[in-house]
């Protein structure tokens, strides 16, 4: 995935789809996979809270992109 000359992400576009590396390359895609919240930290790992519903995320899937907080 390229954007504006720069290299983003190479890789299948399965890989590209399911573990996008920005928020770019996940919103070219489709944008389905992005969620507006904010991410912290818990007692239990990353939890990611958006309006009333909170989720503990785990591994490569929290991103923090031009100061946004999202989950892919």
Do not use: K
Request: with cysteine.
């Amino acid at each position: 995935m390229i954007d504006d000359g720069r290299i983003l992400q190479i890789g299948p576009p399965e890989e590209l789809y399911h573990r996008p590396n920005c928020a770019f390359v996940a919103s070219f895609l489709g944008g389905v996979n992005l969620l507006a919240g904010r991410v912290a930290a818990g007692a239990d790992g990353t939890v990611f809270t958006a309006d009333e519903v909170a989720l503990r995320v785990t591994g490569s899937a929290v991103y923090v992109d031009g100061g946004a907080n999202i989950v892919a």
